[in-house]
């Protein structure tokens, strides 16, 4: 079973990382071997909430297993499962940065004060506090302490008291046994070698945030390299902008105010195909006081007093696929100019989601070609056209 298991690993690891990132790795098992010495591996949670996943492998052959999608990523890391926080605790008197773990995947990073609705969790993510670096500190290989930045996009493992690893989820959780994560190396951090330095912040008309971004030591690469500035934000949106021959410094525009972002710089190489990332930690974007809408509908009330989405039936066609019945509340007061009312029907291992649009009205609604291998939420969404803000109202689950 153990040589099985191996070679398992092996052919997942070539299908599923380019030759950068097989370098990484190497990278990162060399430095693993220095840092193993030299540090004691008992550590209390509160000393070490985060550790670099030496086994990136291991999680990605988990994490097809489990049919998650995106199992690549410019960073790996484990966490304890006590640090993993029900989003239910107080306010904390100076907000941190929180990751909001979707699919075992970094999705957001924000500014928690411990009620933001942006922190709103289910089973399947989670919301874990990040060091107070952003990241964990390693020794690469030639001794220098480094830190490995935790960004949009990193994909985060628990691991349990006998090395054991799982997609982080809720439900879950309490099953799980708390491990102690080796403490990193203590000292200043120094940065890498083109590192993006963002200068200066500027907001522009449309409330929007501009960067001034620069990458020092372009002129000590290779001839044959080529060179991008990558800003990451929420949700994993991507904004990518190539350096000509000979230029250090970009300006990337409309980038979203009061956010934390992440910014890269991605190095390739025509040579020998090989690409290099390196991750800052997130920073903040400028905040801006935004004019606040008139909101069309009270939000409280609508929580109060919408009924929630009642599933009538659920049938099973010959071929397997499913179909549900559903019926939605009447939306009193509904003005279609307003606010959308949007059933949505989520499968809550992959994200797919069927959406239907209403006018408000009380109706049965029928959705079809669900999975017979997947649980679904059900959920009445109510978007308030003058705000934006969502007014999600939550059905009980179809299980598989």
Do not use: C
Not at 52 to 77: H, K, N, W
């Amino acid at each position: 079973m153990i040589v099985l298991r191996f070679t398992l690993n092996v052919i997942l690891f070539i299908i599923l990382n380019d030759v950068r990132q097989k370098e990484d790795l190497m990278k990162k098992l060399i430095s693993t071997l220095g840092l193993i010495s030299a540090l004691t591996l008992v550590a209390s949670p509160a000393q070490a909430r985060w550790a670099i996943d030496y086994d990136p492998v291991g999680s990605i052959f988990r994490m097809v297993e489990d049919d998650l999608l995106q199992t690549r990523a410019d960073g790996y890391f484990l966490i304890s499962v006590d640090e993993i926080t029900t989003a239910r605790e107080s306010a904390p008197a100076d907000p941190s940065k929180y990751a909001i773990v979707i699919g075992g995947v970094v999705d957001k990073i924000v500014t928690w004060d411990g009620y933001s609705p942006n922190a709103k969790i289910n089973d399947y993510s989670v919301v874990v506090k990040l060091p107070d670096d952003a990241g964990v500190k390693y020794v690469d290989a030639d001794g220098v302490i480094r830190l490995k930045a935790i960004t949009q996009g990193s994909i985060v493992s628990i691991v349990d008291a006998s090395g054991s690893t799982t997609t982080p989820r809720l439900n879950n959780i309490d099953t799980i046994t708390v491990a102690n994560l080796p403490e990193g190396p203590v000292g200043p951090v120094v940065a890498e070698s083109n590192s993006a330095v963002v200068v200066s912040q500027s907001v522009a008309v449309n409330n929007s945030v501009s960067l001034n971004i620069e990458v020092p030591d372009v002129a000590n690469l290779p001839s044959t390299s080529s060179v991008s500035v990558y800003v990451v934000t929420d949700g994993r949106s991507t904004t990518a902008i190539g350096l000509a021959p000979s230029q250090t410094a970009v300006t990337v525009t409309d980038v979203p105010q009061g956010q934390n972002v992440t910014v890269k710089t991605v190095i390739r190489d025509s040579v020998t195909n090989t690409e290099t990332v390196v991750s800052n930690p997130v920073i903040a974007t400028t905040p801006v006081a935004v004019p606040v809408s008139t909101p069309a509908r009270d939000a409280s009330h609508d929580l109060a007093t919408v009924a929630a989405p009642v599933t009538q039936a659920v049938t099973t066609d010959s071929s397997g696929a499913r179909s549900a019945s559903i019926s939605i509340p009447a939306v009193e007061n509904f003005d279609s100019s307003k606010t959308w009312s949007t059933l949505m029907v989520v499968d809550k291992k992959t994200g797919s989601t069927t959406a239907i649009g209403t006018d408000g009205s009380a109706q049965t609604l029928d959705v079809n070609s669900l999975g017979s291998s997947s649980d679904y939420e059900v959920k009445l969404v109510l978007r308030d056209l003058a705000t934006g803000q969502e007014t999600t109202i939550y059905g009980q689950t179809i299980t598989k």
